[in-house]
T-cell receptor
Framework: DTGVSQDPRHKITKRGQNVTFRCDPI?????LYWYRQTLGQGPEFLTYFQNEAQLEKSRLLSDRFSAERPKGSFSTLEIQRTEQGDSAMYLCASSRGQGEITDTQYFGPGTRLTVL | GQQLNQSPQSMFIQEGEDVSMNCTSSSIFNTWLWYKQDPGEGPVLLIALYKAGELTSNGRLTAQFGITRKDSFLNISASIPSDVGIYFC??????????FGQGTTLQVKP
């Protein structure tokens, strides 16, 4: 299997700019998750998709954040009017999502966002 | 929100030593996971635990799913320099999302 890929790997932007990240899951994985990780912390859940349906959003996902998975394959995460507090590693994970207890999430390498 | 308490926060050990770290929760979970993360990369799954009381090994790694379903332990035997990294416990919420601990940073002195 080709693993989960994310693009870009690094993004530096100025406060107030919009940024968009892309995640390509493992082929035929139905579920796609977004997490955010700040320095010295574990990843925190943001949102997830079952195919193209966005099924859960964390309270961390303010109205400046929007995620899409239009065709049930790749996903995009957009942050509008970025703030310095948005600086973090944004991780994407995918899983088969067929309801088994052994459904394993595989993570991509992440996109490191720095807001100046 | 729900949190996992992971300890210790960091460890600095000599090559060849054994390492233990643990994770506790105030909530019950039915699946516990242990991941390793290298700098600038995403977490990689090491061991998955699906049954309370279960003891599972993966090479030099051994993990246990606590009988109360509120804790888990990871042991690394005979550490080597490539064991360096950050180890995270994670528990699977009933919606499928993962809840992570704060991580244990492991440094190994050759």
């Amino acid at each position: 299997d080709t693993g989960v890929s994310q693009d870009p790997r690094h993004k530096i932007t100025k406060r107030g700019q919009n940024v968009t990240f892309r995640c390509d899951p493992i082929s035929e994985h139905n579920r796609l998750y977004w997490y955010r990780q700040t320095l010295g912390q574990g990843p925190e859940f943001l949102t997830y998709f079952q195919n193209e349906a966005q099924l859960e959003k964390s309270r961390l996902l303010s109205d400046r954040f929007s995620a899409e998975r239009p065709k049930g394959s790749f996903s995009t995460l957009e942050i509008q009017r970025t703030e310095q507090g948005d600086s973090a590693m944004y991780l994407c994970a995918s899983s088969r999502g067929q309801g088994e207890i052994t459904d394993t999430q595989y993570f991509g390498p992440g996109t490191r966002l720095t807001v100046l | 929100g729900q949190q996992l308490n992971q300890s210790p926060q960091s460890m600095f050990i000599q090559e060849g030593e054994d390492v233990s770290m643990n994770c506790t929760s105030s909530s019950i979970f039915n699946t516990w996971l242990w991941y390793k993360q290298d700098p600038g990369e995403g977490p990689v799954l090491l061991i998955a635990l699906y049954k309370a009381g279960e003891l599972t090994s993966n090479g030099r790694l051994t993990a246990q799913f606590g009988i109360t379903r509120k804790d888990s332990f990871l042991n690394i035997s005979a550490s080597i320099p490539s064991d360096v990294g950050i180890y995270f416990c994670a528990a699977v919420h009933n919606t499928g999302k993962l809840i992570f601990g704060q991580g244990t940073t492991l440094q190994v002195k050759p």
